[in-house]
């Protein structure tokens, strides 16, 4: 296995910002960036309008790479600005892909930011390019500037109404011109966006987060297949697309988001945390200390513990200066005890039955270097639990997963899965349990993606799928 394939598995989406009408929009949106870095952290970019010009900075990284301050008095005579940061889905990832993507046509000048995935972005680039289309990147998102750019109507709304009328998938899209901001959300609502409001001034972000770290006020979701037009006049709400099936991404809750954001009425946080009380409920154990892989499984882990009565304990410290992008030991060294990003802490864990609470299992490295680290540590029995169900499908919506044959779960039963992570005993929250912390308590409809979990698909899918599809 290549360090691609081992660090190659649930990644962060993207993350969207764009504020309309602030004098200190860039400032802002570059907050609001590094508070939304969780979503993305290959490469990021602000572009601002003052009405005639757009000015556009982006670059490969983390935001502070990406921006560099001496960009900051360019970028700020704009008084709208849209900001992204990217982890590719589709095309590779480089700088001719990191968003917002900027264009001047006829119209005037337009940026575009997208976190989601497009299924029917290969097909509709041929479809354009065979009509004389040059494209200036290879990830999905340009497709929808030149549909936009082809439209004939008058009025910008309805050539982007045009555009969404033909791509399908998941999108959550911020579209700034020279005098309006438009913000999408498609229409099963996969991606979340909300909608915020600072002073005069209206902006909208991936998650609810931003709007905290910049001191704006959260006003409220965007709907699915709502389009959110913001002027000097204020906010329009209109729609693009009619009701369709509504269909939240549950990895949202369970993995991607922030704890501290709200999204579609529930705290990431809150969440998290019954789903660990049910993981109890449903799969209890008896052991003497309860704890949680840093950091997305932590309020799980809080959960398990207060439900049982178990203590909840920090077993387990996580460097926060270990990214992606940092260089990972060789699996020679790795073998030799090189553990760079975790480490288990021995008082804690030494003579214990421990329970180690994650929040998925993807292709069961994580959970099967911890169970070993554990050991190594002490623990004399170790029990996983795991706060959502096995992942058995890949995603087309905007999260790089690996490849179907790599997901553990698709191949291997919990019993397998227990034996090649050298776990003591192995447990998964059940779909319909997992639903219960939503108040959905008879596992019918409920309005959320599970798709990863039980290959239910809300929209069409293209199974030739990959993130390099475009990349010739
Ligand atoms: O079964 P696997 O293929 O190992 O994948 C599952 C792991 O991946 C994620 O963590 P990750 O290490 O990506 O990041 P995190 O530190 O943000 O939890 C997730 O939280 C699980 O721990
Ligand atoms: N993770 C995302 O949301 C990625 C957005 C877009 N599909 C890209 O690859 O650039
Ligand atoms: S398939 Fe899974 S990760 Fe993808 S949108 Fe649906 S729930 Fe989220
Ligand atoms: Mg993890």
Not at 23 to 35: C, D, G, K, R
Not at 240 to 268: H, M, Q, W
Request: overall charge negative; aromatic content about 8%; charged content about 25%.
């Amino acid at each position: 296995m290549t360090d691609d394939e081992l660090f190659d598995k649930w990644h962060e989406e993207c993350g969207v910002f764009a504020i309309f009408g602030h004098e200190n929009a860039a400032q802002l949106t570059y907050f609001a960036l590094v508070a939304l870095q969780h979503r993305g952290q290959e490469s990021a970019g602000i572009a601002t309008v003052d009405g005639l010009k757009l000015y556009h900075q982006k670059g490969m990284g983390l935001v502070s790479e990406a921006i560099p301050n001496e960009a900051m008095p360019r970028l700020s005579k704009g008084h709208a600005a849209v900001g992204h940061v990217r982890y590719s889905t589709t095309g590779v990832s480089q700088l001719i892909n990191a968003q917002p993507l900027v264009f001047n046509f006829q119209r005037g000048n337009m940026a575009l930011a997208h976190n989601g995935n497009l299924v029917n972005a290969h097909q509709l680039h041929s479809f354009l390019e065979h009509r004389g289309a040059i494209f200036q990147s290879t990830s999905d998102t340009e497709v929808v500037a030149h549909l936009i750019a082809r439209s004939g109507h008058t009025d910008m709304a309805d050539n982007i109404r045009e555009a969404l009328s033909i791509v399908k998938g998941a999108y959550a899209f911020c579209i700034l011109t020279d005098d309006k901001l438009y913000a999408m959300r498609d229409a099963n609502g996969l991606r979340p966006m909300v909608l915020g409001k600072i002073g005069d001034a209206y902006c909208v972000s991936s998650e609810s987060c931003a709007f905290d770290t910049i001191g704006a006020e959260f006003v409220r979701d965007i709907e699915p297949g709502e389009m959110l037009i913001i002027s000097k006049d204020g906010v329009e709400s209109t729609r693009f697309a009619g009701s369709a099936k509504r269909a939240l991404c549950t990895f949202e809750y369970i993995y991607f988001a922030r704890p501290d954001s709200d999204i579609d009425g529930f705290n990431v946080h809150a969440v998290r945390k019954d789903f660990g009380k049910l993981l109890y409920r449903e799969h209890p154990v008896e052991a003497d200390v309860v704890i949680g892989v840093p950091d997305s499984s932590i309020s799980s882990a809080i959960g398990y513990a207060e439900e049982s009565g178990i203590p909840y304990e920090i077993g387990l410290i996580k460097n926060r200066y270990v990214g992606r992008t940092f260089i990972q030991p060789s699996q020679e060294l790795r073998a030799r005890g090189v553990k760079l990003k975790l480490n288990a802490v021995r008082k804690i864990v030494e003579g214990k039955r421990v329970v180690m609470i994650d929040d998925s299992i993807v292709r069961g490295t994580t959970s099967g270097r911890i169970v070993t680290m554990l050991r190594e540590a002490g623990a004399v029995e170790v029990h996983v639990r795991i706060a959502s169900p096995p992942v058995t499908h890949s995603c087309f919506y905007g999260i790089d997963t690996s490849a179907r044959h790599e997901l553990i779960a698709s191949n291997k039963s919990v019993e397998q899965i227990r034996e090649y992570i050298g776990a003591d005993t192995l447990a998964f929250l059940t779909e319909a349990t997992m639903m219960q912390a939503f108040g959905i308590m008879d596992g019918k409809e409920h309005g959320h993606c599970n798709a990863c979990f039980n290959g239910k698909y809300p929209t069409e899918v293209y199974e030739d799928l990959t993130k390099s599809i475009m990349d010739r």
